[in-house]
């Protein structure tokens, strides 16, 4: 069950993504908080707002950052979408603590978060082929969404904690120092141990992958539940803050 952790480079990467994916989790909920509760007089729609912006860029840009993926080294996407991270975190959190933050400058902190998640998230969910073996990637991917669930736990608990103890600035400044447990890993790995894969141009990977979807009305059923699921039955950041804030 556990075999990849056998792999070097895997077992770094897993610790690195494991804090963190705990970090994305605990700012998501302090980001959702300060714009419910310091930003407006509750209002969940600018929550809304604020996740419109942040999960939009990965859907919209998915043919550029699915391409960028497959052309340029996943490492380096990764660093430098771990650094930009970093900085964006402890802007925000500066600007929380010096009472500088506005909501149309939340707003567009989200975009850019989003933006950069863009490119992440492919990136880092490819990422894990390069890292085991053939035999191993099922495994490794298992393992990946078992850590990701994890941190959806963890996360907005340890958040909630940190909130009270310090307050929503200091959150970001926490998070941001999550991001250099991936930066770590990723230096820290053996890089004649990564597995070798052909850089392609990838210019008619989503257009095929569209194109066999279409042959198969088992997967097009799939994709409209995950769809739903994901636009409708998925935003219990905003259900939960707002119930947070309403019952609390």
Known sequence: MFRSLGIFNYRVWFIGALVSNVGAWMQSTAQNWVVLTELTPGDAGAVGVTMALQFGPPLLLVG??????DRFERRHILLATQG???LLATAIGILILTGAMTLPLMYAFALGLGLV???DNPARQAFVSDLVTKENTSNAVALNSASFNAARMIGPAVAGLFIVLVGTGWMFIVNAFTFLATIGALLAMRRH???PRAVTHGSSRLSDGFRYVA???DLIVVFIVVF????????FPIYASTMALEFG
């Open 228 to 235: 739903l699921l994901g636009a409708f039955g998925m935003n």
């Open 84 to 86: 930009v991270s970093l």
């Open 215 to 217: 042959t198969r009305p």
């Open 193 to 195: 141990e990564l597995t």
């Open 64 to 69: 550029l950052t699915g391409w960028a993926t």
């Open 117 to 119: 998640a863009a490119f």
